[in-house]
């Protein structure tokens, strides 16, 4: 490993004379990678092929864009039942994060411990206090969020929010699934105004909210029944609607199949639509949006 690493540095350094504020830049890209990928008890980067970049790179075969590219798809962490994606916050600007439903309490544990160590935000989906309870012994800074049933690691708590993200739930019911995009717009860096049960069958007390609706960049309105929450949004604001169907309401709801259709045959322009109970999938969008 040591004469690895000196391999490394001596290959960049040579480099760096020909092509210097480039390549500083690129050192410290592959020094990151290094650090943060070769993980104990993990997989380690594959050798072979960064020798070949950076070769490729010295010849002028490759470009520094080009090497930056192929480092972006490097790194994985092989645990036996998980392929741990390290290296998705650097391709996607968030680590990877864990669908909690089907795991046991021990699986997730353990993935959550991995990506803990090379990352400082870690979200859960849908889990149960149980499962909570395997990781807070692997990560003691693990917190629960019990109305989304979500689990979050957050230690970059200092980084100022971006304001222009606002949460809408239809009714009480919604609020789990509204939480859970709250939550998750909010660890992805965006600050977030919530605004709950304030559905069509009281539509006055969505029109109070006119003036926040209208200050946001991104609204995201979660509802269930007949879901027709966010057409009647996407009327009265003009930008991004992101709507959420959730699997609340009597027996011809279908689990959610009717508010999905609903929301999908919008008159309204500017609305998309995530899945049923999707509020992660709609949070993370709303975050993308906000950037």
């Given at each position: 490993m040591a004469n690895f690493t000196i391999h490394i540095i001596a290959i960049c350094c040579s480099l760096s004379q020909l092509f210097r504020p480039a390549f500083y830049f690129l050192e410290g890209v592959l020094t990151r990678c290094y650090n943060a990928f070769t993980i104990d008890g993990g997989t380690e980067i594959d050798t072979e092929r960064l020798h070949q970049l950076l070769a490729g790179v010295k010849s002028g075969e490759v470009s520094i864009d080009e090497a930056l590219s192929q480092l972006a798809v490097l790194p994985y962490e092989d645990i036996g039942f998980a392929k741990i994606d390290h290296h998705r916050a650097l391709r996607r600007g968030f680590p990877e994060v864990v669908f909690g439903p089907r795991k046991t309490a021990e699986q997730a544990a353990a993935i959550v411990a991995r990506l803990a160590s090379g990352a400082d935000r870690v979200l859960v989906t849908k889990v149960a206090e149980e499962c909570f309870d395997a990781v807070r012994q692997l990560v003691p800074d693990a917190e629960y969020h019990p109305i989304a049933r979500a689990i979050?690691?957050?230690?970059?708590?200092?980084?100022?929010?971006?304001?222009?993200?606002?949460?809408?739930s239809g009714g009480t019911s919604d609020i789990p699934i509204a939480e859970e995009a709250a939550i998750t717009a909010e660890l992805m860096g965006s600050a977030v105004v919530r605004s709950y049960d304030v559905g069509v069958a009281g539509v006055h007390r969505l029109l109070d909210l006119l003036p926040q609706l209208r200050q946001a960049r991104v609204v995201v309105?979660?509802?269930?029944?007949?879901?027709?929450?966010?057409?009647?949004?996407?009327?009265?604001?003009?930008?991004?609607?992101?709507?959420?169907?959730t699997s609340v309401g009597y027996g011809a709801s279908f689990g959610g199949l009717a508010a999905l259709l609903t929301m999908l045959n919008s008159c309204a322009a500017g609305v998309s639509v995530v899945n049923i109970d999707n509020g992660f999938g709609a949070g993370y969008l709303a975050a993308l949006i906000n950037r």
């Open positions: 979050t690691i957050n230690r970059a708590k200092d980084t100022p929010s971006r304001p222009g993200v606002m949460v809408l309105a979660v509802a269930g029944m007949e879901g027709a929450l966010p057409s009647v949004v996407g009327g009265l604001v003009a930008v991004p609607v992101i709507a959420v169907p």
